[in-house]
């Protein structure tokens, strides 16, 4: 009879823990779409924060620290640009009126491709660029609304609680990426904090807003 019942322990914890590590969205309800998440996409002229990026690429460890500056210039392209405080910059990036993206410059550190495009796709979800608005579905959890659009691999999840977004989920049938909002005032202002946890990747970002009346 032991063995037995440890065979029917070791089948049940196995069970437990597959259910843990499953689809965490196979429980959403899906919902009639009456507001698109799209009216939660930032409008900003220059918006300045204080950002640390920290990544691990093979045996190769970086640590970053400086400003990140958004800014939308009079071509209608949209400028991402980290520098440190002396005024180097690590990264600056370009999204054209039509949306392409391009590597304005970047450090040998983090040139390479793979970290390149997970900058890319990070600063895209959280700046709502490329996202198809035909694909979109709703769906409800508990008292969450999560909004969804397909990506070319996977999905993006934009989750609100009494229509304020509070994160945003890069994800197939397990989340890839989180990006925690905090202090979003305004449907379509830029949050004050942004944290960018990468659950595959060894890739954090973290941002706070700087004020307006901080002189930098």
């Not at 002229?45 to 990140?68: A, E, N, P, Q, T």
């Not at 405080?85 to 690590?90: D, K, W």
């Not at 960018?196 to 930098?216: M, P, W």
Request: aromatic share 10%.
């Amino acid at each position: 009879m032991k063995p037995c019942l440890k065979l029917s322990s070791l089948s049940l914890l196995l069970v437990v823990l597959l259910g843990a590590c499953g689809n965490p969205y196979k429980k959403l309800l899906q919902q009639p779409t009456t507001s698109s998440a799209l009216r939660f996409q930032p409008e900003y002229d220059k918006v300045l924060y204080r950002g640390i990026v920290d990544g691990k690429m093979i045996w190769k460890r970086f640590h970053l620290s400086g400003i990140l500056m958004f800014k939308k210039m009079e071509d209608s392209s949209i400028r991402v640009v980290l520098q440190n405080e002396m005024g180097v910059s690590f990264f600056d990036f370009e999204w054209d009126k039509q949306q392409q993206f391009t590597v304005k410059q970047i450090i040998p550190q983090l040139d390479k491709k793979a970290v390149v495009a997970l900058l890319q796709k990070d600063l895209q979800l959280l700046l709502m660029i490329g996202l198809q608005s035909q694909t979109e579905s709703t769906f409800s959890k508990d008292e969450e609304t999560y909004q969804r659009f397909t990506l070319d691999k996977g999905y993006v999840y934009y989750i609100s609680t009494n229509n304020q977004l509070t994160r945003i989920e890069n994800a197939g049938k397990q989340k890839v990426t989180t990006i925690s909002l905090g202090g979003k005032n305004g449907l379509k202002e830029l949050p004050e904090r942004v944290v960018f946890k990468h659950h595959k990747a060894n890739f954090t970002i973290q941002l706070k807003r700087i004020d307006d009346h901080v002189e930098e």
